[in-house]
């Protein structure tokens, strides 16, 4: 699986779900190799898109495709300011990913510093049940210089809230803390879903 992460500031929420709903619409089916994306705003208007391929070559080929370029051209102006792109071939997948029935997403961005510890992690989910049995499924892209984007997926946020409340048990907040650095929280709270039919 090959993941790119959309992500810039913009205050126009209603136009910018429905040029994703356009994409979907007309060009979704189209696409080779795309499989869906999540998408969502934060309480401070940063706009997410974690958009899911099979493959680098099915991204790339998307990207380069002059309807793509014509689509992006229109959805570009919509955002507030510049937009950040994070491409990425290192995907593990959590509990089979995610879930378009989620009613609350996280994002967690930051800097892997024992990738394969991370990745190990997001892989044991035995251990992801015990801890928090309240995800429903995730996905974690790692991009080359270490930097790391985890979506999570929650069926509510007031379940995702109460399982931030337990403790983790020692051995697992201590391979989580010695795995990663930098860490920031994307929230949304109402996140919106496209997939391949």
């Known amino acids: 699986m090959f993941i790119q992460i959309i992500q810039g500031k913009c205050t126009r929420h209603d136009e910018m779900r429905a040029m994703m709903e356009r994409w979907r619409a007309e060009r979704g089916d189209q696409v080779e190799g795309w499989l869906g994306g999540t998408y969502g ?4 208007d940063m706009f997410v898109g974690v958009v899911r391929f099979d493959s680098k070559e099915s991204a790339m080929a998307n990207s380069d495709s ?4 014509e689509w992006w051209a229109e959805t570009e102006r919509l955002f507030d300011g510049p937009v950040e792109f994070h491409n990425c071939s290192d995907v593990t997948l959590m509990m089979d990913g995610g ?3 989620a009613g609350f997403v996280q994002i ?6 024992n990738p394969d510890e991370l990745r190990s992690m997001m892989s044991d989910t035995a251990m992801l049940h015990e801890a928090r049995p309240d995800i429903l499924g995730g996905s974690l892209a790692i991009e ?3 930097t790391f984007t985890e979506t999570v997926f929650f069926s509510d946020e007031e379940s995702a809230r109460r399982g931030e409340q337990v403790e983790m048990p020692a051995d697992v907040r201590q391979r989580m803390e010695s795995s990663m ?3 920031s929280y994307l929230d949304l709270h109402h996140p919106f879903f496209t997939s391949r039919s």
């Open 66 to 69: 002059r309807e793509q370029s």
């Open 108 to 113: 967690i961005r930051g800097k892997a510093d």
């Open 144 to 146: 080359d210089d270490g």
């Open 41 to 44: 705003f934060t309480d401070d």
């Open 99 to 101: 879930s378009d029935q």
């Open 181 to 183: 650095h930098d860490v």
